[in-house]
């Protein structure tokens, strides 16, 4: 029976680059989408194109009856999951912390932390060893802006992504010995929707010329750390942040 691994916000960008990936290593693969579900349908289409099996979730990872019922939802569908990419993530139009309102600080952090923390919590559950699962792995999809602070951008986000961080040691260390390995990956500036949403869609093209190796990142590039940490390729590897930035 193949590996199943669930990725949050797989219909577009990382994530959906990351489900084709896993889907050509062998897993079935689970994506979740907040509300384009004609991108998520079409990513599931492209996964059984390969002949694995792929479900896709609505699930706002913002809210926690959304996380229960995806998880369930894989527990009837597969009945088991060895791997967890916590990949989901927003960030908000470009503003300065002085113009930032706590709705949009409780929107990044429930989106980016919260839903992360929520969604390991039911992995964990499911692969520990001690509860009488397999093991497994997790990764977190963060950022480098948690080191660089994104200053007169999003230090909300930069701030969520720090988060995930230390979720990423922490738990790490904490199921280390019940077999589940935590990861994080922190890209840089990679071509995606998400600077759309800051207000800039243009960008990583802006920024690329400022990136040492002088252009902004794939979605691709990304999606291969991810499934490395994944796979028993790092088995050694754990509580680990991935820089994938291009020397950022
Ligand atoms: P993207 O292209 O905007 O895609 C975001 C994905 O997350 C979509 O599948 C979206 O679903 C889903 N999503 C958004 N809000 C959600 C919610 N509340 N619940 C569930 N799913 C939700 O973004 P991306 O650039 O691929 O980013 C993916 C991750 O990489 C994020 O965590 C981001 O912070 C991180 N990252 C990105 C960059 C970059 O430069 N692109 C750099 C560093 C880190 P719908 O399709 O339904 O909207």
Redesign the pocket.
């Known amino acids: 029976m193949n590996k199943v691994v669930l990725i949050?916000?797989?219909?577009?960008?990382?994530?959906?680059a990351t489900a084709l990936l896993a889907a050509r290593k062998g897993y079935d693969v689970c994506i979740?989408?907040?509300?384009?579900e004609n991108?998520?349908r079409d990513i599931a289409g492209q996964i059984e194109a390969l002949s694995r099996r792929s479900l896709a979730v609505k699930?706002?990872?913002?809210l926690e009856p959304d996380i229960l019922n995806l998880f369930e939802t894989v527990d009837k569908t597969f009945g088991r999951l060895d791997a967890l990419v916590n990949?989901?993530?927003?960030?908000e139009k470009q503003t300065t912390v002085e113009g930032m309102t706590l709705e949009r600080l409780a929107r990044v952090f429930s989106?980016?932390v919260f839903?992360s923390f929520l969604c390991a919590r039911e992995a964990v559950k499911r692969m520990s060893k001690k509860h009488g699962g397999n093991g497994g792995a997790i990764v977190n999809?963060?950022?480098?802006?948690a080191r660089l602070g994104a200053p007169g951008e999003y230090v909300d986000?930069a701030a969520s992504?720090a988060a995930l961080d230390t979720l990423t040691i922490g738990l790490a260390k904490e199921v280390a010995a019940d077999g589940i390995r935590v990861n994080a990956v922190?890209?840089?500036?990679?071509?995606?929707?998400?600077?759309a949403?800051g207000g800039e869609p243009g960008r990583?093209q802006r920024l690329a010329e400022s990136i040492p190796m002088k252009r902004s990142g794939g979605?691709d590039e990304?999606a291969a750390a991810i499934v490395w940490l994944l796979s028993d390729e790092a088995s050694y590897i754990t509580g680990t942040l991935l820089d994938v930035t291009g020397g950022r």
Not at 8 to 16: E, F, K, L, V
Not at 32 to 36: G, K, L, Q, V
Not at 87 to 91: H, R, T, V
Not at 141 to 145: D, F, I, L, T
Request: proline share 4%; no cysteine; glycine share 14%.
């Open positions: 949050t916000g797989g219909s577009r960008g990382i994530g959906a979740s989408f907040a509300s384009n991108a998520a699930a706002d990872v913002s990949n989901a993530g927003i960030l989106t980016n839903g999809n963060s950022s480098a802006a986000y992504k922190r890209p840089g500036i990679i071509i995606t929707d998400i600077h949403l990583p979605a990304v």
